[in-house]
């Protein structure tokens, strides 16, 4: 692997360092997608159980500004918005959530997600035709967590995305003021909250930081695509780490780089946790999930990971966590 520059810019004192290699941690995407619907309380209620650290809610805004856990800013792909308000959708025939109430969108059901044709992105996973997944308040959420945290003793954190930031300040919609409002009035508050709030956003989490005044732990999300390749350079990094606190890279820049972008991101105090690792959506070559979680989380060096499997990943960094659940 290349190593970390030696002038790697120091940074301002909200970061925290990255984490000791006994203490990475496992990030439940979307709940545990791969085995329920993804973002509905069971989904992230299953995920709890199986020992994940994190709890990811992906955040879009509803028409009177509620906070939803829905990863699209459009409905049509994970719920039966179509049949219910067949006459609602926009322009481009696309149901937005921002068009919604909460009371009617909380009529929806949330089946696993589709393609635009209606076959199912991920096939092989939950196919019982079963009724009462929801699509849940971010509010719902928090107190699930805090609830099951207060009965197991446990202090599983959450790691809610802002979706779509330049859509909701279109819509006039105060996504950013509105989660740190919520979080606030849940106690989340510091350096060493259990919250990371993430976004692909070029400019809101530094708008939360610099304009808001939060000192909440940030994630910027890299995608692979092009128009992020400037946040990986040195000079990019540099930037992210005045008012980050890691990035969120597509594991395939870190493949690419054979884990220097880990390195790099670590010599400017920078944690990372790539995304998305899927038991049924491997890389060529890998047979199994756990050779890839293996790979990135003790070879790469990563401090945490996105995975729809939760189970998978706590097997591999928390091997004791049953027996920690259930002491003889």
Not at 91 to 115: C, H, M, P, S
């Amino acid at each position: 692997m290349a190593s970390a520059r030696a002038d790697a810019a120091s940074g301002p004192d909200h970061r925290n360092p990255p984490m000791s290699a006994n203490a990475k941690i496992v990030i439940a995407h979307r709940g545990a997608s791969g085995y329920l619907p993804e973002h509905t309380l069971p989904a992230y209620a299953m995920a709890y159980a199986l020992g994940a650290d994190y709890i990811e809610p992906d955040l879009v805004m509803t028409a009177d500004q509620h906070l939803i856990c829905l990863h699209d800013i459009h409905l049509e792909s994970t719920t039966d918005v179509e049949q219910q308000f067949p006459q609602r959708a926009r322009a481009d025939g696309r149901w937005y959530a921002a068009d919604f109430t909460l009371a009617e969108i909380q009529q929806l059901n949330v089946t696993e997600r589709t393609k635009t044709d209606g076959t199912r992105v991920f096939p092989g996973r939950f196919k019982a035709d079963a009724q009462g997944f929801k699509v849940p308040t971010f509010v719902s959420l928090v107190e699930l967590v805090q609830s099951l945290n207060r009965e197991t003793g446990r202090d599983v954190g959450i790691y809610p995305e802002t979706k779509a930031p330049v859509f909701h300040d279109d819509e006039n919609l105060p996504i950013e003021r509105v989660l740190l409002a919520r979080l606030a009035e849940y106690g989340y508050a510091g350096r060493h909250a259990k919250v990371f709030i993430q976004s692909f956003g070029f400019d809101n989490l530094r708008e939360m930081r610099e304009t808001l005044g939060s000192d909440l732990p940030m994630i910027q999300l890299i995608s692979h695509a092009p128009a992020y390749d400037a946040l990986v350079t040195p000079a990019g990094l540099d930037a992210i780490a005045q008012y980050a606190d890691g990035i969120g890279p597509d594991k395939k820049r870190i493949a690419d780089t054979d884990g220097a972008l880990v390195e790099h991101a670590h010599a400017r105090g920078l944690q990372v946790h790539p995304y998305t690792f899927r038991a049924d959506q491997l890389p060529p070559g890998t047979p199994r999930l756990e050779d890839e979680l293996r790979q990135y989380y003790f070879d790469y060096g990563v401090d945490g990971l996105f995975t729809d499997f939760t189970d998978i990943a706590v097997e591999i960094v928390h091997p004791d966590y049953r027996a920690r659940l259930h002491p003889r």
